[in-house]
């Protein structure tokens, strides 16, 4: 194969300082399965036999659940229950019920068929019902170490327990905010910087990884043989946190000086769900809470795209010229739209570019370290990409490129990178021809397409794997460098490893090799990471989502 050229009162403050309280309450769980369907929030695929213990979500997440999601109390007097439309929350509703006051949650109804319904009849220690938390969707809040919902005390099988949420915490680690709880079986944010916390209050197991603000998706498993943690496409085994076995469920439990949200929560009693089942659950809660696809994972050293990445990126997605003059201009990115989160805003390159072509000028870095990438010859602004009806670059000569020309940049040979592209291959020839396109590259670190073979490679100018069976269509394409082994991914088609990839040195660029012609959507590149296995299929999932290949 030849290669291009660029070749959870005051116990839940935090400190544990009454577990005697907590027993009192009596958390503890247990396990069934559920997976949801993404995008829209309606209905629900059972991928196992039982059905979850109990299911507390502002989404519809079991497609027989025929009931309310939720009492909402309003301050100015009043309660409502709120339903959904869709299988969404009924924001619309709430907003109405809600108007000119605020509202709080007097219950949070089971959607599992159990009627385990977590109430609160103290009024000041309601979790607040918010509209719109950050990601476009509501949440249950808690700011106080006495604000939580809870049910009536439960035995539960006796053995294992899976807590399952979608949360985030605000505010600093001062307090730890329990999230979900059967019993003594807690799960939640730690006063440890940025860690995830499973606990009986005799054992407890954390996993790092829970950054601050940002919404994430978890999963605890408690066996007293074997502990897991997941927080989003990362997971980890150890411990012996076994749980109990009766006391009411918990959700939402403050802490002091903190700001805890929660939108979903499952509970399984006596059951932990396989490898499949957690990835297909994370994947699924990922693409319906968080539309940022990077907010869940390790900030990238640089990120391109025709969608917003990250929540916390509030530049424009590319500076645009015209052809027809000199003029330049600044698109950005529309508004939050459900199910898309904020798209490249189309109305407005359409307005700019009316009667001419556009090309990118800059493709702006949307990870914070302000890498923005300029062409040498400048691609073609396309807005309605073949494969994906979205917009993309497109470069049909080898001069054409977007291009990181920065000494700070030049990283050093031997250096672990993980590098990851949504684009296609428009040209295709006859088997022995030499068209390929380059989808991202880090030195002579590439990810590329030969059409002639439909196969993708990721290597560089020494080392390299491959993959075939390939088509001329819209791919997601992952590649790891790294000396211990490399790996190459395409969609969740195949995922090669074993061979030692070792990053060579260089700049980061995104380019056509030969004449081939080639649309670019998406790029990022990590520097001294390796994407894990969950990682590359969460990222994998959710580009396949958005980009509808």
Same mark, same amino acid.
């Given at each position: 194969?030849?290669?291009?050229?660029?070749?959870?009162?005051?116990?839940?403050?935090?400190?544990?300082?009454?577990?005697?309280?907590?027993?009192?309450?009596?958390?503890?769980?247990?396990?069934?399965? +559920?997976?949801?369907?993404?995008?829209?929030?309606?209905?629900?695929? #059972?991928?196992?036999?039982?059905?979850?213990?109990?299911?507390?979500?502002?989404?519809?997440?079991?497609?027989?659940?025929?009931?309310?999601?939720?009492?909402?109390?309003?301050?100015?007097?009043?309660?409502?229950?709120?339903?959904?439309?869709?299988?969404?929350?009924?924001?619309?509703?709430?907003?109405?019920?809600?108007?000119?006051?605020?509202?709080? @949650?007097?219950?949070?109804?089971?959607?599992?068929?159990?009627?385990?319904?977590?109430?609160?009849?103290?009024?000041?220690?309601?979790?607040?019902?918010?509209?719109?938390?950050?990601?476009?969707?509501?949440?249950?809040? *808690?700011?106080?170490?006495?604000?939580?919902?809870?049910?009536?005390?439960?035995?539960?099988?006796?053995?294992?327990?899976?807590?399952?949420?979608?949360?985030?915490?605000?505010?600093?680690?001062?307090?730890?905010?329990?999230?979900?709880?059967?019993?003594n079986s807690l799960a939640?944010?730690?006063?440890?910087?940025?860690?995830?916390?499973?606990?009986?209050?005799?054992t407890e197991f954390n996993?790092?990884?829970?950054?601050?603000?940002?919404?994430?998706?978890?999963?605890?498993?408690?066996? =007293?043989?074997?502990?897991?943690?997941?927080?989003?496409?990362?997971?980890?085994?150890?411990?012996?946190v076994a749980g109990s076995?009766?006391?009411?469920?918990?959700?939402?439990?403050?802490? =002091?000086?903190?700001?805890?949200?929660?939108?979903? *929560?499952?509970?399984?009693?006596?059951?932990?769900?396989?490898?499949?089942?957690?990835?297909?659950?994370?994947?699924?809660?990922?693409?319906?809470?968080?539309?940022?696809?990077?907010?869940?994972?390790?900030?990238?050293?640089?990120?391109?795209?025709?969608?917003?990445?990250?929540?916390?990126?509030?530049?424009?997605? +590319?500076?645009?010229?015209? =052809?027809?003059?000199?003029?330049?201009?600044?698109?950005?990115? +529309?508004?939050?739209?459900?199910?898309?989160?904020?798209?490249?805003?189309?109305?407005?390159?359409?307005?700019?570019?009316?009667?001419?072509?556009?090309?990118?000028?800059?493709?702006?870095?949307?990870?914070?370290?302000?890498?923005?990438?300029?062409?040498?010859? *400048?691609?073609?602004?396309?807005?309605?990409?073949?494969?994906?009806?979205?917009?993309?670059?497109?470069?049909?000569?080898?001069?054409?490129?977007?291009?990181?020309?920065?000494?700070?940049?030049?990283?050093?040979?031997?250096?672990?990178?993980?590098?990851?592209?949504?684009?296609?291959?428009?040209?295709?020839?006859?088997?022995?021809?030499?068209?390929?396109?380059?989808?991202? *590259?880090?030195?002579?670190?590439?990810?590329?397409?030969?059409?002639?073979? #439909?196969?993708?490679?990721?290597?560089?100018?020494?080392?390299?794997?491959?993959?075939?069976?390939?088509?001329?269509?819209?791919?997601?394409?992952?590649?790891? @460098?790294?000396?211990?082994?490399?790996?190459?991914?395409?969609?969740?088609?195949?995922?090669?490893?074993?061979?030692?990839?070792?990053?060579?040195?260089?700049?980061?660029?995104?380019?056509?090799?030969?004449?081939?012609?080639?649309?670019?959507?998406?790029?990022?590149?990590?520097?001294?990471?390796?994407?894990?296995?969950?990682?590359?299929?969460?990222?994998?999932?959710?580009?396949?989502?958005?980009?509808?290949?």
């Amino acid at each position: 194969m030849r290669f291009g050229r660029r070749a959870l009162l005051s116990l839940l403050l935090g400190l544990f300082t009454v577990p005697a309280l907590a027993q009192s309450m009596g958390f503890g769980l247990g396990m069934q399965h +559920v997976v949801v369907r993404a995008g829209g929030g309606a209905g629900v695929t #059972d991928i196992v036999a039982n059905a979850p213990a109990a299911i507390y979500s502002l989404r519809k997440v079991k497609a027989s659940y025929l009931g309310p999601a939720a009492k909402l109390r309003r301050t100015t007097g009043g309660t409502s229950d709120i339903g959904f439309v869709g299988g969404d929350f009924d924001t619309a509703a709430a907003a109405t019920f809600c108007s000119a006051t605020s509202c709080f @949650f007097d219950t949070w109804y089971d959607q599992s068929g159990f009627a385990r319904h977590a109430t609160q009849a103290t009024l000041a220690n309601q979790p607040a019902y918010v509209a719109d938390c950050g990601n476009g969707k509501p949440c249950a809040r *808690a700011t106080t170490a006495t604000q939580l919902l809870q049910t009536s005390s439960i035995t539960w099988a006796a053995g294992k327990t899976t807590l399952s949420a979608v949360a985030q915490r605000t505010g600093g680690t001062a307090s730890r905010c329990y999230v979900v709880g059967k019993g003594n079986s807690l799960a939640g944010f730690n006063t440890l910087p940025e860690s995830w916390l499973l606990t009986d209050f005799v054992t407890e197991f954390n996993l790092s990884g829970a950054t601050e603000g940002v919404w994430h998706t978890t999963i605890g498993e408690f066996n =007293a043989a074997s502990t897991l943690v997941r927080i989003d496409a990362v997971e980890t085994a150890g411990g012996n946190v076994a749980g109990s076995a009766s006391g009411p469920v918990g959700v939402v439990v403050g802490g =002091a000086g903190i700001t805890c949200n929660v939108s979903e *929560a499952i509970i399984w009693d006596n059951y932990t769900l396989t490898l499949d089942e957690r990835v297909a659950l994370s994947n699924n809660q990922h693409d319906y809470w968080i539309p940022y696809s990077l907010d869940a994972f390790t900030s990238p050293s640089a990120a391109y795209s025709f969608r917003k990445l990250k929540s916390t990126y509030n530049g424009p997605a +590319v500076r645009l010229g015209r =052809a027809l003059d000199t003029t330049q201009a600044d698109i950005g990115f +529309v508004g939050f739209v459900p199910g898309l989160g904020s798209p490249f805003d189309i109305a407005a390159a359409n307005a700019f570019c009316a009667g001419t072509t556009c090309f990118p000028v800059l493709w702006y870095d949307q990870s914070g370290n302000s890498q923005n990438m300029a062409p040498t010859a *400048a691609p073609t602004l396309v807005l309605n990409c073949v494969g994906t009806s979205k917009p993309c670059v497109r470069t049909t000569l080898p001069t054409q490129n977007m291009f990181i020309n920065l000494a700070s940049w030049w990283f050093s040979a031997g250096k672990t990178m993980s590098i990851n592209g949504v684009g296609r291959q428009l040209t295709r020839v006859a088997p022995g021809g030499y068209l390929s396109c380059m989808f991202v *590259a880090a030195g002579s670190n590439k990810i590329f397409q030969h059409a002639d073979y #439909d196969v993708t490679v990721v290597g560089n100018d020494s080392y390299n794997l491959s993959i075939g069976g390939v088509a001329g269509l819209y791919h997601s394409y992952t590649g790891v @460098f790294a000396a211990s082994g490399g790996v190459a991914r395409v969609d969740a088609l195949a995922e090669v490893t074993g061979t030692a990839l070792p990053g060579d040195a260089g700049n980061i660029y995104v380019a056509s090799g030969d004449a081939a012609t080639c649309d670019f959507t998406e790029l990022a590149v990590w520097l001294d990471y390796t994407l894990g296995p969950g990682e590359r299929a969460m990222l994998h999932t959710n580009q396949k989502s958005f980009w509808g290949f």
